[in-house]
């Protein structure tokens, strides 16, 4: 993408100045109205905070200067030295990180309209490339579509088509496919190793490249235009190197188009606090998390702020301002940019996954200091994600960590994904614990094992227990008997089929 013709010369400066990476220039064209609008390139990456207004007039003034030395030149050409765009581009792109008057977006944007995408000189005029922006000299990196494995994009595109959640590639292993929660061999051969390390390698720039070497195991986001983006996990193993592919939504999904009730959007009327959505892998949680972030997002004038490993769902600022940030790439750690975040003015945090106790601490402060907290966390139940919170601190801190809890969490929402009869597809079971002051006590006296009662009794409070979401769906022919007897925690509540 960073070496792609099409690109506005805003954006060529952007990457050759690293002020953004070549990811974030792929998802700022690729978000853009018109391809050639630089007005809308420069807005994007000001509203995603990956530059400031001031970076963004100083780009807009070594864009026009660019311009201006290139017209110069074909107007005299023996007068000017001869230079490509790409080189003029590079010297005067030096300037655009150093400090610039301050300047509205609104100035910023009218300026970019005003100065247009400059051809290559160097090339013939009789071409269609002429027409197009010079590419900057940086070099394409391994993620870029131009240098995209035909194969494996061929591979992605067929598990788009077909439905699936993953694709698996596994050295000395065939290419598979996660359909409805169950692994589909795709071709009989096994992938050799060579094979296998040049498909995930292909789609890894430099950087990732390193770091891969060095940890031997690495998660980040790949975007295929025109198929789709996913969250890649590669890694190293006994017989070669494997990675996995799980496909991302282009767009923040709904709770309708998830098949959720439309009564969990009531969960984003909170201000603070903290709300969990859990369940096993691969049960939807990601994606619950992104459909109640865009009901935030398009409800609320607030500042929302991300943090994820790699980010999945890209949002765009709708009526709230949205940050993303990226462990790794932006920050160290989740609990670093956690730390950091608490300065920068959120109203919202949103955390990937509650991975450690350094984590989860300051999500909890996050929540107690009047922030709205949405996370993920890995366990099967409401009274387990209690348990799992308090337990992850010394015995000698876990009476203050209950009353913490008890104080901040306002809501679990534990899924589990079920089969349908005929296994064309799944359903999601719900476990909705709403933490009101009898929960919050029984949490705070390390009474969890009672909350299962309030939670069979708590309908008129919005609660429900996951056996009872899972008997409802048995009993209303959506999901499978057999499955949901495998998902529930007491099978004898699970009713005959219809």
Not at 374 to 386: E, G, Q, V
Not at 429 to 446: D, F, P, Q, W, Y
Request: proline share 7%.
């Amino acid at each position: 993408m960073a070496g792609g013709s099409g690109i506005p010369l805003l954006g060529r400066l952007a990457l050759r100045s690293k002020l953004i990476t070549a990811q974030q220039l792929e998802i700022a064209t690729r978000e853009q109205t018109e391809p050639a609008d630089s007005a809308r390139l420069g807005s994007l990456f000001v509203e995603k905070g990956w530059i400031s207004d001031a970076q963004l007039q100083k780009l807009l003034a070594t864009a026009k200067e660019v311009v201006a030395r290139h017209r110069a030149a074909q107007a005299s050409p023996k007068a000017a030295p001869k230079r490509t765009a790409a080189s003029a581009a590079g010297n005067a792109a030096k300037a655009a990180t150093q400090a610039a008057p301050a300047a509205t977006p609104r100035d910023a944007a009218t300026a970019a309209r005003k100065t247009p995408a400059a051809p290559a000189p160097d090339t013939p005029r009789g071409s269609g490339a002429a027409q197009r922006p010079a590419a900057p000299s940086t070099p394409v990196t391994a993620a870029s579509p131009a240098r995209a494995d035909p194969e494996l994009a061929a591979l992605l595109r067929m598990a788009v088509e077909r439905g699936a959640s993953d694709l698996h590639i596994h050295s000395c292993a065939p290419v598979q496919l996660r359909r409805n929660g169950q692994l589909e061999v795709t071709a009989p051969e096994p992938l050799l190793p060579e094979r296998a390390e040049a498909l995930v390698r292909s789609c890894l720039d430099a950087e990732q490249a390193t770091r891969f070497d060095e940890a031997g195991e690495l998660d980040f986001a790949y975007a295929l235009p025109s198929v789709g983006r996913f969250r890649v996990n590669a890694f190293r193993q006994q017989r070669g190197i494997d990675a996995v592919f799980r496909s991302v939504p282009p767009e923040a999904p709904s709770l309708e188009s998830l098949g959720l009730p439309a009564s969990l959007a009531k969960l984003t009327d909170y201000h603070q606090g903290m709300l969990l959505i859990t369940g096993p892998s691969g049960c939807g949680k990601s994606a619950t998390l992104a459909a109640l972030l865009d009901i935030l997002n398009q409800q609320r004038s607030s500042h929302i702020i991300t943090i994820e490993d790699p980010i999945e769902t890209i949002h765009p600022s709708k009526r709230c301002l949205v940050n993303q940030r990226q462990v790794g790439p932006h920050t160290e750690s989740f609990a670093r940019a956690l730390r950091a975040a608490l300065r920068e003015d959120p109203d919202v945090i949103a955390i990937g996954e509650l991975r450690d106790r350094e984590t989860i601490s300051l999500a909890l402060t996050a929540a107690e200091t009047g922030h709205f907290v949405l996370a993920t966390l890995h366990t099967d139940n409401s009274i387990r994600t209690c348990n799992r919170l308090v337990g992850a601190f010394p015995l000698d801190q876990q009476d203050q960590v209950r009353t913490m809890i008890s104080e901040s969490l306002r809501a679990v929402v534990s899924q589990r994904l079920v089969r349908t009869p005929d296994g064309s597809g799944r359903v999601a079971a719900l476990e909705i614990l709403r933490v009101t002051k009898a929960v919050g006590n029984l949490i705070r006296e390390n009474k969890t094992f009672q909350i299962q009662s309030i939670l069979q009794t708590g309908a008129g409070q919005g609660m429900q227990l996951l056996d009872d979401s899972l008997a409802e769906l048995v009993r209303s022919g959506a999901a499978d008997r057999a499955d949901a007897l495998m998902q529930a925690d007491d099978p004898k509540r699970i009713p005959a089929a219809r």
